[in-house]
């Protein structure tokens, strides 16, 4: 629990035009890509995050050298020293798991920790394990420590996920870009983050095609090089400002957005009654009229509507009219803002994997704690919304993915200092 906490004063409308950062759900295994090239990767767009810290102390911890200058960071990999990432590294952030393909890729061993759980519920990792298997990975787990290695080169494969996990698409794709022979992944994620990892290693040389599909193809390259990058935008930082601006009936013009990205989200607020109008780099939403309830929403791989986005949708949906039911297909324990939104006057039960959500005509400012990163955002998106102040505190979590929240909302009308 950190001491610092964010302080609302809700009842503001959101207005205003913001930027929206790079996506971290891209840079992160973006970053594990550089390390993979062996050499002098500059990678633009690059958001200010605890998980892009915790990361360049990852790849410090493996010998590369890492420097921000403004909105660049540079990686240089091209000399590593280690294929081991420590316990206390992997505690750190959970999808280091991605730099287990990347180091494997690279130096043909790996070993770390096994990553533990975290707030959303058991994280396996099985089909990343079972997926490196088929690449020709021999895998040992004990006492909590993972230890893969490739006896010989990669020479391809035929991978059919049993779904579409990101991470393990993220994870075979690292593993299987240097080698020879053709490696396909079937049922493989869709994420827009998995074509920029694609973009990215084939800007380093590699020979990647139909990422963005669920059959993604790597043949096997002798090796690559550096490259110059700039990271997507986030989509779902794009959508907690659009539900920030939904909530206080405001309007928002967002920049640095790709509105393709989002089609599943962008009809999620227009059923709601929010006007939305996506342009080529930028949308604009406004809510001028009540917000109406939701029938059903259900979270669905991409392109579905996307799980990151649940947490915010349900703390708009408390102030919608009528009764919204949410259905949570991705992770088992994603409802973690609910509690926090009791306590503010918002009507939700929650019961497995579905929430039912009755619009309350008010919240109320109350003192709250964010369980994870989406439910902290949830938060914040409720505390604008509410009379008087909300306070949320375990900050940790919500600057994993947003940068500088508070200047942020600031910067577009909100009432909120972190004290
Ligand atoms: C990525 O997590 C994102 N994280 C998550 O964003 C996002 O919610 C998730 O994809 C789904 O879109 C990053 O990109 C760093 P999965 P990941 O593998 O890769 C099960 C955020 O808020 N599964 O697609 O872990 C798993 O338990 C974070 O920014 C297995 O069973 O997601 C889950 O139920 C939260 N075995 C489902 O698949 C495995 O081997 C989806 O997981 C792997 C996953």
Redesign the pocket.
């Known amino acids: 629990m950190t001491e610092s906490r964010l302080y609302i004063e809700g009842g503001r409308k959101i207005c205003g035009e913001i930027g929206v950062h790079g996506a971290?759900?891209?840079v992160?295994?973006v970053l594990a890509g550089a390390l993979l090239s062996g050499g002098v990767c500059r990678i633009h767009n690059c958001p200010e995050l605890s998980?892009v810290y915790a990361s360049c102390r990852i790849l410090r911890s493996l010998g590369c050298r890492c420097g921000r200058e403004g909105d660049v960071l540079e990686v240089d990999a091209r000399s590593i020293s280690d294929y081991e990432i420590s316990e206390g590294l992997m505690r750190e952030m959970?999808?280091s798991?991605?730099f287990l393909g990347a180091i494997l890729g690279r130096l043909r061993r790996c070993r770390l920790s096994f990553p533990g759980g975290?707030e959303?519920?058991?994280?396996?990792?099985?089909?990343?394990?079972?997926g490196l298997k088929k690449l020709g990975a021999r895998i040992s787990e004990d006492h909590g420590v993972l230890d893969c290695s490739f006896s010989g080169a990669v020479t391809g494969a035929d991978i059919t996920l049993?779904?579409?996990?990101?991470?393990?698409?993220?994870n075979i794709m690292l593993a299987a870009v240097i080698g020879s022979g053709e490696t396909v992944i079937r049922n493989a994620?869709r994420?827009p983050?998995i074509s920029d990892l694609a973009e990215f290693l084939n800007a380093c040389g590699a020979s990647i095609s139909g990422h963005g599909s669920s059959t993604v193809s790597i043949k096997g390259v002798g090796g690559l090089h550096g490259c110059e990058f700039s990271v997507m935008p986030d989509r779902?930082v794009a959508a907690t400002y659009m539900g920030a601006a939904a909530i206080t009936g405001g309007e928002l013009m967002l920049r640095g957005v790709r509105p393709s990205d989002m089609y599943s989200t962008v009809s999620v607020y227009e059923q709601m009654g929010c006007s939305v109008y996506p342009y080529s780099d930028r949308i604009y939403i406004s809510a001028k009229k009540p917000l109406c309830a939701v029938k059903t929403l259900r979270t669905t791989?991409?392109p579905g509507f996307?799980?990151?986005c649940q947490p915010i949708v349900m703390a708009v949906l408390t102030r919608a009219k009528g009764t919204s039911v949410i259905v949570e297909n991705?992770?088992?324990n994603?409802f973690r803002a609910a509690p926090e939104l009791l306590r503010m006057g918002a009507d939700i039960k929650a019961e497995g994997k579905v929430a039912v959500i009755e619009g309350v005509p008010k919240l109320s400012g109350a003192a709250t704690v964010a369980a994870?990163?989406?439910a902290g955002a949830a938060l914040v998106v409720a505390g604008l919304a509410a009379d008087g102040t909300t306070a949320v505190s375990n900050l940790n979590y919500i600057d994993?993915?947003y940068e500088s929240i508070e200047t942020a909302l600031r910067s577009i009308g909100a009432k909120i200092r972190r004290a």
């Not at 994280?123 to 394990?129: E, G, K, M, V």
């Not at 779904?163 to 698409?169: C, D, E, F, K, Y």
């Open positions: 971290k759900n891209s992160l295994p998980d959970r999808s798991i991605v975290c959303l519920g058991p994280r396996p990792i099985d089909i990343h394990l079972s049993p779904l579409p996990s990101v991470g393990a698409t993220e994620a994420e983050e779902i791989p991409y996307p799980t990151d991705i992770f088992e994603r994870d990163l989406r994993r993915g």
